[in-house]
């Protein structure tokens, strides 16, 4: 039935195609959640079992070994909360700049295509990490929170794609009237532009929030205070930890007369891994979960009209 409410009758080449597509679906949906399944099914499984290649599957002997080898961190629970903190502000921040930003660029003003030629360059080219560090550090952002909260502000292509929603669906005949009211450009925007743009400043959200969220990079340059590292780089510390304790030649000397505690270390690093994987991506899971609506419906308005 087409959209006119017509019957419109399939021929079997109709048929076969609709079901290999569906066929086509299914299995490239098996080969995307599989390895997330499995990366579940290892992180609750016993290590034996994930070393032999038997918990494929189903969990197989069930054990939280390796989430408490991860939870026994001192400084995990502290870097959450860090991570929480660094992600909602600086989302809130970069959604507000980047909507105010794409605001502007959708109004005409002298020198716009200079500005936006200018914007643009800087998706391709940049100065650097040498140079960004070192202007930073002469701001005093150096190992401060205000830093992980202000940097990377702004995606470009973000900003662009907010930019094309604002124009192809906030009409600019809301604008004139808004004039003739005496309303200013602040008024306009926080007073019909915003309210207009909910499924923008959704996508915006989740984009720049899992990006901060799985941020592990900006803390291992910049940060050195262990009571502002975020969550992302403790558990880049766990694995290293583990790992390295399961193959270094000082552990082995250390504990040349303990076999069983190689063992169990061994044993925990198998797992450990899997279980910060599983830490780490679970709230970006459930944002994308609560947020697809808005997410779909968004990129493709924004990106595709205009």
Not at 117 to 141: A, H, V
Not at 189 to 208: C, E, H, N, Q
């Amino acid at each position: 039935m087409d959209s006119k409410g017509i019957r419109v009758k399939k021929t079997n080449a109709d048929t076969v195609f609709d079901r290999l597509n569906l066929i086509f679906w299914i299995v490239l949906l098996i080969v995307v959640l599989y390895p997330l399944w499995l990366i579940l099914v290892a992180s609750v499984s016993d290590p034996d079992a994930v070393m032999m290649g038997k918990a494929f599957l189903l969990p197989v002997g069930f054990s939280l070994i390796g989430y408490e080898a991860v939870f026994q961190h001192a400084g995990l629970l502290r870097s959450y909360a860090n991570s929480v903190f660094y992600t909602i502000s600086g989302s809130a921040l970069s959604v507000i700049v980047t909507m105010m930003a794409a605001y502007a660029l959708t109004r005409n003003f002298a020198g716009k295509k200079v500005v936006n030629f200018i914007i643009i360059l800087t998706m391709f080219f940049s100065g650097g990490l040498i140079p960004q560090f070192l202007m930073n550090r002469s701001l005093g952002l150096y190992n401060t929170i205000f830093l992980m909260i202000t940097i990377n502000c702004v995606s470009v292509w973000n900003l662009m794609v907010a930019r094309t929603y604002i124009a192809a669906t906030v009409p600019n005949e809301l604008f004139e009237a808004a004039s003739i009211d005496g309303a200013s450009h602040f008024t306009y925007f926080f007073r019909i532009v915003l309210p207009l743009s909910g499924t923008i400043i959704a996508v915006l959200a989740v984009y720049y929030g899992v990006a901060r969220w799985n941020d592990y990079f900006t803390a291992l340059v910049y940060i050195r205070d262990r009571f502002k590292l975020p969550l992302q780089t403790i558990l880049r510390e766990i694995i290293a930890t583990l790992t390295t304790s399961t193959s270094d030649a000082e552990f082995f000397s250390a504990y040349a007369n303990d076999t069983q505690a190689i063992s169990e270390a061994i044993r925990k690093a198998q797992v450990a891994k899997y279980c910060c994987i599983v830490v780490s991506t679970a709230p970006t899971v459930v944002l994308y979960m609560l947020m697809q609506k808005y997410f779909v419906k968004g990129v493709l308005i924004g990106s595709l009209k205009g």
